[in-house]
Nanobody, 127 residues
Framework: QVQLVESGGELVQAGGSLRLSCAAS????????MGWFRQAPGKEREFVAA????????DYADSVKGRFTIFRDNDKNAVYLRMNSLKPEDTAGYYC????????????????????WGQGTQVTVSS
């Protein structure tokens, strides 16, 4: 299993930018699809973005496509989420997640495919 610790969430004005970070433990980081999910109060947790173990493939929710970028540094066992043009509706707790994959080229987006989760970091976007 992978241990995950997120950081970088804060209060930001609409239109601003943030970069979330997720540090992972373990020696086989490349074997894991890494994902970001978010959950707002009273709402279901939703998929935001995912990246394959090789970093060659990414996937985004339609609501963030073109504004958010997921990337990873396999040498540092870290995954990041760059968020631009933030909107109040992006306000949520953001969670990093890891899913083991037999291939380093696929991505996943269903939360039940991810076996390891971080504690979350809060992003609040003011209007």
């Amino acid at each position: 299993q992978v241990q995950l610790v997120e950081s970088g969430g804060e209060l930001v004005q609409a239109g601003g930018s943030l970069r979330l970070s997720c540090a992972a433990s373990g020696r086989t980081f490349r074997d894991y699809v890494m994902g970001w999910f978010r959950q707002a109060p009273g709402k279901e947790r939703e998929f935001v973005a995912a990246i394959s173990g090789s970093a060659l493939n990414t996937d985004y929710a339609d609501s963030v496509k073109g504004r958010f970028t997921i990337f990873r540094d396999n040498d540092k066992n870290a995954v990041y989420l760059r968020m631009n043009s933030l909107k109040p509706e992006d306000t949520a707790g953001y969670y990093c997640a890891a899913a083991y994959s037999a291939t380093r080229y696929s991505t996943k987006r269903r939360s039940n495919e991810f076996g390891s989760w971080g504690q979350g970091t809060q992003v609040t976007v003011s209007s």
